[in-house]
């Protein structure tokens, strides 16, 4: 499928900090959008995780190693591997990507998306 | 892990595209470098496949629906669908990901690298 970012629902995660993550069967894309100096605090979770900078800076730590990564700059994060990202040059945005798909992200899109549908019914019903 | 893509070696996989495909447990990203109209020909695979265009345009075709991708756009590749690719403005470069991991490039990249560590062991015996 190709995706229209604009019609997958945003999830903020942290301050500053949406996602849109659309998903298949064994990969979920996430498409983050960081406000200048928005943070994603130090987290692990079992899915492995890889991505590449879209634009910005992002500051990120893998484990104890921390590097400044410019558009074009890719990364893999092994499973329940502590990470954390920052915007560190303005608006930051990246593409990751999950493996296997993050069910707790899918069912934030998907009520989201209800909300979204449920939202604009009322809007038709007045 | 972060990647440094320039120590991947590259390995040519139709004329004018050659991928770079640092890769984990279940991920496999792959870095593709297409000159200006080279053609990745249709082609499935049981992996699943995303991507998201870095720079040029992408001409892309899944099952039957082709559309023109700008940077910053995205797509997902369901298992076993025959695809098509080319680079249709300019030099393009693209990130795709690989659920699970394509063993042939893993192979590929493993050999190429051989090669590389072997070349570099005869210049220094000289």
Known sequence: MFVDIESVPPIEIFPGVRIRTPYGKNLMLSYV?????AVVSFHHHPHEQGG???SGRL???IGSETRTLRPGEMYII???TPHRAAAAGGRTVVM???SPVRE???ARTEQAAK???DGASA???R
């Open 33 to 37: 959008e960081s406000e200048d100096g």
């Open 123 to 125: 809007e038709q019903r």
């Open 104 to 106: 707790d992200y899918a």
């Open 96 to 98: 990751d990507v999950f």
């Open 52 to 54: 590449v900078v879209l």
């Open 115 to 117: 909300l979204s549908r």
């Open 59 to 61: 500051e990120l730590t």
């Open 78 to 80: 092994p499973p329940d």
